[in-house]
């Protein structure tokens, strides 16, 4: 038996474990019990799915049966008024919202593509000073609005900038709020452009400037544009940073970027009806809300949808 | 014609190599200079953000601590800035904080991890590729909305539901919660399904192949094996639901009391910022500096949570890619 070995042992009782193994489940299949448990978990899963849906679709449906009486196109053209809420509108409050916008694209673009640009491109990773960028940049990607709202406050309203409470300062907070998000997804976007392309485009003799022109962004764009669409519908929705910096005011005018006689937006001045006593108000700021979710929902799919349909298999 | 000329010579003498030619871009490239150094800036104005929000909560909040000590204010349990004689008690709005959190993270960790689970190991292609993008979508839906929501909604529901809690006025710290919990699960889901995705086949199939059922490779092998992502997911939830304002603002209240039942009014930390920073308050008054002692706790308080979060998803890129 000596000569034979542990090895030989041990194959054989591997042998016969594997042998007992395999007639024990063909004999036996899976046991009642675990198929029971199995169900039983499924179904679990499946409640907690549909829970979760079913939460947010009672929202979209809450509020539209809620404003079913005020949704007209009325809505979109009649001003704000504190008097007659079944007459009133958000006509200016969308049309500071669009100001907010046109704003936070401006100037989250180029800055947002840039940064990413330069980490994914040109930054040495290995010195400290880019990681500390990196690292920097998730940290505020989830930083509370609200913080923003009080650096909007104490930084551009008042203080270095001192620009008042006009509409441009919330143009800039809501920027600085949503310019994180530009970054990463534009990172992203960049980074799943394999490296073959950037070495095939410098073995041609392209420089790092012309690669990122010709042949990176190109190839990442419908990342970016997901990235940028996703921000701009969160600066839309983005109502407490707002409330710091001066939108809160009434206004039955439309807004002007630089005047200082006060500015609202859409989502803020939903929160001034919510807000109110009378019952006719929490009609109008259903609606309000019905606006909202339509066009976010509409940003939001249309930016998730050119996400999976222009996403490259390299 | 000198050139050939100098090489023939070149070759005619036996000299050899023709002289290196200059592997030199031909021109100082300075366009592309001044785009790098464009571009560094970009992404250092990232860090000048952080640098301007810490500078803009430290400078007043040390104005404030000149007139509250720190110890009056992180341990005191009466919270009421706005009167006189004002009292600066942190406690109770932090604690409104921790408790609408503590609701929304019970409704939404089961929900999202339950969600993920089945869209990561039950789900059909097909229906992955319809729910996982439906979850993204309403991941975006405004927080004003949703307060609202709660407002009129789901509170009226609860106390139709469970009619013998001691209901009061409109607004409840624990529905605030349950619509904050609503907020968060699309985000506990998303980021938990990609955790769980991650996990290689091969850890699953060998499961299989030592007759697991699919339950048990669903919560032995593939949970396991996905958690620091998933703990990343609750915890990066924790931190949006500890910052969020709207909802709290309309649905659980305004009043700061040192209390954790389901059914009263609540004021938190950012509903309190909210709430004083929308009145008209004077510049420099023990107020204003108020509010940026509670965005300073505020941002810490988030902050930690984020770089705990930060962490475990390092942890789980390196185990796995």
């Known amino acids: 038996m000596a000569a034979l070995g542990p090895r030989a042992e041990r194959t054989r009782l591997a042998a016969a474990g594997a042998r007992s193994a395999t007639e024990a489940a063909m004999l036996s299949g899976q046991p009642l019990k675990d198929v029971i448990k199995g169900r039983v978990f499924l179904a679990l899963l499946l409640a907690a799915l549909g829970l979760a849906l079913l939460g947010l679709a009672a929202l979209v449906i809450d509020a539209v049966i809620d404003g079913r009486s005020m949704l007209s196109l009325d809505l979109l053209t009649n001003s704000a008024s504190r008097i007659s809420p079944e007459t009133a509108g958000y006509a200016n409050a969308i049309y500071g919202t669009i100001l907010l916008i046109a704003g936070v694209l401006v100037m989250t673009v180029p800055i947002g593509v840039g940064s990413a640009i330069y980490l994914e491109e040109y930054a040495d990773r290995t010195k400290w000073w880019n990681r500390a960028i990196e690292l920097n940049v998730q940290n505020l990607a989830a930083v509370p609005s609200i913080v923003y709202g009080i650096l909007g406050l104490a930084f551009i309203v008042r203080g270095p900038l001192d620009l008042g409470f006009i509409l441009f300062a919330g143009s800039i907070t809501l920027s600085l709020l949503v310019l994180p998000t530009v970054i990463i997804a534009a990172r992203e976007a960049i980074r799943a452009v394999p490296p073959s392309i950037r070495e095939g485009s410098f073995a041609l003799g392209a420089t790092r400037l012309q690669t990122v022109r010709r042949q990176i962004l190109p190839a990442a764009i419908p990342g970016i544009a997901t990235g940028v669409i996703l921000a701009v519908s969160r600066a839309a929705g983005e109502t407490a940073p707002l409330l710091l910096v001066g939108a809160a005011t009434f206004v039955t005018f439309d807004p002007t970027v630089f005047g200082d006689n006060g500015y609202t937006a859409l989502p803020v001045m939903i929160f001034n009806n919510a807000k109110q006593a009378q019952p006719e108000f929490h009609v109008l700021a259903a609606a309000g809300i019905v606006v909202m979710l339509v066009v976010i929902l509409v940003m939001n799919s249309f930016a998730i949808w050119l996400r999976n349909r222009y996403e490259q298999k390299w | 014609m000198e050139a050939r000329d100098a090489i023939g010579a070149s070759r005619a003498t036996g000299a050899g190599i023709r002289p290196p030619r200059s592997l030199q871009a031909p021109s100082g490239r300075y366009g592309e200079r001044a ?91 097909r229906v992955r590729k319809i729910v996982k993008p439906t979850l993204e979508v309403l991941a975006g839906v405004p927080t004003v909305a949703i307060g609202f929501f709660a407002l009129f909604f789901l509170r009226p529901l609860l106390e139709d539901l469970l009619p013998f809690l001691p209901w009061s006025g409109p607004q409840a710290a624990g529905v605030a919660g349950l619509a904050v919990g609503l907020m968060i699960v699309p985000i506990i889901a998303s980021l938990s399904e990609d955790a769980m995705s991650a996990v290689p086949m091969g850890l699953r199939e060998a499961g299989y192949g030592l007759g697991a059922t699919r339950m048990r490779v669903a919560t032995r092998i593939v949970f396991p094996a996905a958690l620091s992502g998933i703990v990343a997911s609750i915890v990066l939830a924790t931190s949006r639901a500890v910052g969020e304002t709207m909802i709290v603002l309309l649905a659980a209240g305004a009043s700061p009391n040192l209390t954790v039942g389901f059914t009263e009014s609540v004021q938190t930390m950012t509903a309190f910022i909210g709430q004083t920073a929308t009145g008209d308050i004077a510049t420099g008054t023990i107020t204003y500096y108020t509010i940026f002692a509670v965005g300073l706790l505020l941002f810490l308080m988030t902050l930690i949570l984020n770089m705990i979060s930060i962490r475990l998803v390092r942890r789980f890129h390196e185990a796995y890619e």
Do not use: N
């Not at chain 2, 464009?38 to 992404?43: F, G, V, Y």
């Not at chain 2, 509250?68 to 406690?91: H, K, M």
């Not at chain 2, 109770?92 to 929900?111: D, E, K, Q, R, S």
């Open chain 2, 35 to 125: 785009v790098e150094g464009l571009l560094a800036l970009c992404a250092v104005l990232s860090i000048v953000t952080t640098t301007a929000i810490v500078i803009s909560l430290l400078e007043p909040s040390i104005e404030f601590f000149r007139e509250v000590p720190i110890r009056d204010f992180l341990f005191g349990t009466d919270w009421a800035p706005t009167f006189t004689p004002a009292e600066f008690g942190v406690l109770p709005i932090v604690l409104a904080t921790m408790v609408t959190t503590f609701w929304g993270l019970l409704v939404a960790i089961p929900l999202g991890i339950g969600a993920a689970i089945y869209l990561s190991e039950y789900a059909s292609p």
